[in-house]
């Protein structure tokens, strides 16, 4: 019996009470709606239907059926059942007739029942379908530029950049038995200027006493005897000068052109010049420059001995110790000073210098320039026979003073003075690697030296004295900092021993943390406790105290001395005079730019990077490139002198270098356009030589400049 209401309406039985095929036919009714929903806007209106009759009251269960259309005939209706006793009515039949009665009356097709098997099959065939589709891309917005990315893919992490391979290192003797050889060679060299300056300096006081009208017995108006003389002392000044031919040809073979060999060429062809007049019996015309190219012996010979002071007083240097204390690499950041092996040092400073590859690359030319032009202006203008005469007043201009001083001089400047401090700089290739990026990493022994931090009195207030003092000092040697020297001294005095710190960290903040036998440990500044919520009692106020911390509770203060020493200072103003950067590396967490500037020059301006950046730097231990310098003395006095110095010789040898050139091609070009012209009285030696030597000038202030700082 279906239930009523009071208004004897029937009421759905309750949910559970359902049967299956009672749920299939509610979800077959509700897709007639759903679909009669979307027909319920035509694309062009119908006329409305003619309203239908209601049904008779006698039978309710019923429904009436709608009158068709007039131009569509209604599907025919099902033959009522033959009367009988009038059972119950059940609302579900009466739902199911009132939607076939609307959708005979829109004219919508009966759907067909839906099985519980026809749903789980067509389920699983839209599951399987979709599994069989590619996963397109997300679609590109109208307007975007960015290209598409593979999201579900992780991009493979990027390759690590391959570490430099190191440069090669050759055979190279020993230190000590290359100081022996480089005093044998400076000592046979030692005393080879001033004998061929007597033998070359009379043709030249000759010619200024005839250009002021004196008159020079057996000199004066005779080419002959002119000649002999020129001959005469041109032999002697090579003779006494052989270590420039030796060196100039010596080179060749290393394939090198260096102004030696243009001086040696220009005296071979100066002698063949006044051989020929004697020979040939032409003994009138133009002066011979013979006297200019024994000057050219005399500063070519100056500035091979020079060279050779500078590598002995470097090599003498370096021999002081096999293994030296400290030695100056060459990083990224620029000039650094470690612990590493002395290996490689002598083949740093075999390399050839700048001004040696600067004279390989552009002498050539000038040589052929030379040639060319000696042919030009004699053969060219009719005059076959004054070739040799044309050639050896290019030559020497070609090869000026200048040009075998441009290293010598400053090299044994600095190398001089290096050796007076105690260090050794590798040649020019060691002075231009650590001196190329203007910058030095400076640590705490570097600004402090040993004895410059003293402890000015300690206070305990929960651990002994011996413990305090023990933890103390293995948190400095954990962290490696310029205190570990000091509190060495305390551990040693107080009977204490150092502990394993495990857990070791570094803050930014100025402090260090560990774990010592399961205790937390703190210690630093006075910031630093307070940044960690440690409980400090009123009356201490360190600005360069040293607080130690266990568990969070404060057990010792020790106050240090930072006392500042007059070589750091110089050394200091030394780095600021030559536009030197210092990279402030310390681990101790007092030493920070504001205490560098209240102890030393307040124009003293140090970097200061990031906590992991002065670790890095400050854990450079280990070379991994060649030895640049070699230092055997402390403190930041000998280092920063060795790169400025460095930082000044490459400065004054690239400039002397650029000055002479500019002069060789000057000279040149002066020469040739002169002896084209046939002008050998504005040509006259001793207007060619003060021409070169009014370009050696320069180089000569340039080189006594490197070894003043």
Excluded at 315 to 321: H, I
Aim: aromatic fraction near 8%.
């Amino acid at each position: 019996m279906t239930p009523k209401d009071d208004k004897n309406i029937p009421v759905p039985a309750p949910e559970d009470d359902y049967s299956l095929e009672e749920i299939l036919a509610e979800y077959g009714g509700s897709l007639e709606h759903h679909l009669l929903r979307e027909t319920e806007a035509p694309a062009d209106p119908e006329p409305p239907a003619a309203p239908a009759e209601p049904a008779p009251a006698q039978e309710p269960e019923t429904p009436p059926v709608p009158e068709p259309p007039p131009e569509e005939e209604a599907p025919p209706s099902p033959p009522p059942e033959p009367p009988s006793a009038p059972p119950a009515p059940d609302p579900l039949q009466e739902a199911e007739r009132a939607a076939a009665a609307d959708v005979a009356r829109l004219n919508i097709p009966h759907p067909k029942p839906i099985s519980l098997e026809d749903v789980v099959g067509s389920t699983v065939d839209a599951v399987m379908e979709e599994s069989r589709e590619p996963i397109l891309p997300p679609k590109r917005g109208l307007f975007s530029r960015k290209p598409l990315e593979e999201t579900e893919s992780l991009p493979p992490p990027p390759e690590l950049e391959p570490e430099p391979d190191p440069e090669p290192i050759g055979p190279e003797p020993t230190l000590w038995e290359a100081a022996h050889d480089a005093r044998q060679l400076y000592i046979r060299r030692k005393h080879t200027v001033v004998l061929p300056l007597v033998t070359a300096l009379p043709p030249t006081l000759f010619l200024l006493l005839e250009r002021y009208q004196v008159k020079v017995p057996y000199w004066s108006g005779d080419r002959e005897i002119q000649c002999v003389v020129l001959l005469v002392c041109l032999g002697l000044t090579a003779l006494l000068c052989r270590h420039v031919f030796l060196k100039g040809f010596g080179m060749l073979l290393r394939r090198r052109c260096v102004a030696e060999l243009l001086v040696s060429l220009s005296v071979l062809v100066s002698g063949l010049d006044c051989a020929a007049r004697l020979l040939g019996g032409r003994t009138g015309g133009a002066m011979p420059y013979a006297s200019v190219s024994c000057l050219g012996l005399v500063f070519a010979q100056w500035g091979v001995r020079r060279e050779s002071k500078g590598n002995y007083d470097m090599l003498r240097a370096a021999s002081l110790d096999e293994d030296p204390p400290y030695l100056v690499a060459a990083t990224s950041q620029g000039a650094c000073k470690q612990r590493g092996s002395v290996p490689g040092f002598f083949t740093t400073a075999a390399r050839s210098d700048a001004a040696t590859l600067w004279q390989t690359a552009l002498l050539p030319a000038f040589l052929a320039a030379a040639l060319v032009f000696a042919g030009l202006s004699s053969a060219g203008q009719e005059r076959g026979g004054d070739f040799l005469l044309n050639l050896s007043a290019i030559l020497p201009a070609a090869a000026t003073f200048s040009l075998p001083l441009c290293w010598a001089l400053p090299w044994s400047k600095l190398s001089e003075h290096l050796q007076r401090t105690g260090c050794a700089v590798a040649g020019w290739s060691g002075a231009q690697k650590i001196s190329a990026r203007r910058r030095m990493i400076v640590t705490d022994s570097d600004l402090f030296p040993p004895g410059a931090v003293q402890l000015n009195g300690r206070k305990l207030f929960a651990e002994t004295q011996e413990q305090a003092v023990s933890l103390a000092a293995s948190m400095a040697r954990a962290a490696g900092s310029g205190l570990e020297r000091l509190f060495n001294n305390l551990v040693r005095s107080e009977g204490g021993r150092y502990e394993k710190v495990d857990d070791f960290s570094f803050y930014e903040e100025g402090g260090w943390s560990g774990t010592i036998k399961g205790e937390s440990v703190l210690m630093g500044g006075i910031s630093f406790m307070r940044k960690m919520n440690i409980r400090l009692p009123a009356d201490v106020n360190l600005k360069t105290g040293v607080f130690l911390a266990v568990d969070k509770e404060l057990i010792a203060v020790f106050a240090v001395k930072y006392s500042p020493s007059e070589n750091v200072d110089f050394a200091m103003k030394l780095m600021q005079r030559s536009r030197i950067q210092p990279i402030l590396a310390s681990r101790d967490p007092n030493i920070t730019p504001s205490l560098i500037k209240r102890k030393f020059s307040r124009g003293a301006h140090m970097e200061y990077p990031s906590l992991s950046e002065r670790i890095a730097l400050s854990e450079a231990e280990k070379d991994r490139d060649l030895p640049r310098a070699l230092l055997f003395r402390e403190g930041l006095l000998p280092y920063a002198e060795t790169v400025a110095g460095s930082l000044r010789l490459c400065k004054a040898v690239r400039r002397a270098a650029a000055i002479s050139l500019l002069g060789s091609w000057a000279g040149t070009l002066l020469t040739f356009y002169l002896t084209s012209l046939g002008a050998y009285e504005l040509l006259n030696p001793l207007a060619l030589e003060v021409f070169l030597l009014l370009w050696t000038l320069p180089v000569l202030l340039m080189a006594d400049w490197t070894g003043r700082y």
